[in-house]
């Protein structure tokens, strides 16, 4: 069996879970609203405070299904009670992130600024020129976003420049030897 797929999924107190036909499954919290459609292969019910997604047979196509659904619906869970974040950090001589409104402008050593324009549901914060946090409720688009901004300059491995996650480690390499 699949040992997430077998976890009950708690849900805080202050959310709500509304499993409607065709396997659409609505989460609201104190944060927002989430919907999604799930693989409708899948039993999900809610017993109590606790939701519970089981599949129907053992072929490799539900057993994949099976951990996927649960995790989606956890995911759900979670982003409308505490949400998720990504920080993300600019280094580099002369890079800097700026805020303005709900566009974003990184000055990334380009001949031009690089503009982004905030995504529906994601809010984006610039404590100082350094650091960049992503915040929302879903976490495919707070991660997706973050991946998109970590695009527009990814970190170099020689001088370890451009733009990294917080908790990422970049390998460095040793430049050239002159002799």
């Known amino acids: 069996m699949s ?7 708690a849900i805080p107190a202050g959310v709500t879970v509304d499993i409607a036909e065709n396997n659409t499954v609505t989460v609201k919290g104190p944060k927002g609203e989430l919907k ?4 409708a292969e899948m039993q999900i019910v809610q017993e109590g405070d606790e939701i519970k997604v089981s599949r129907p047979n053992d072929l490799k196509k539900m057993k994949s299904l099976h951990g996927l659904t ?26 800097r992130a ?8 990184l000055s990334l050593g380009y001949s031009h600024p690089v503009e ?14 350094n650091k960049i946090i992503v ?7 707070v991660g997706q976003y973050a991946a998109e901004i970590r695009e ?8 370890g420049k451009g733009i990294k996650y917080a908790d990422e ?6 430049g050239k030897t002159g002799k």
């Open 70 to 95: 649960r995790s989606l619906i956890n995911n759900m869970v979670v982003g409308v009670s505490e949400g998720y974040q990504k920080i993300l950090e600019v280094n580099g001589v002369g890079y």
């Open 116 to 129: 982004m324009e905030d995504p529906e549901g994601i809010e984006v914060e610039v404590p100082d020129q």
């Open 98 to 105: 700026q805020k303005q409104g709900k566009k974003l402008t």
């Open 169 to 174: 480690v970049i390998r460095r390499k040793v």
């Open 3 to 9: 040992r997430i797929g077998r976890m009950p999924i």
């Open 36 to 39: 999604r459609v799930l693989p």
């Open 135 to 141: 915040k929302g409720i879903d976490k495919e688009k």
């Open 152 to 159: 527009k300059r990814a970190p170099e491995p020689y001088k």
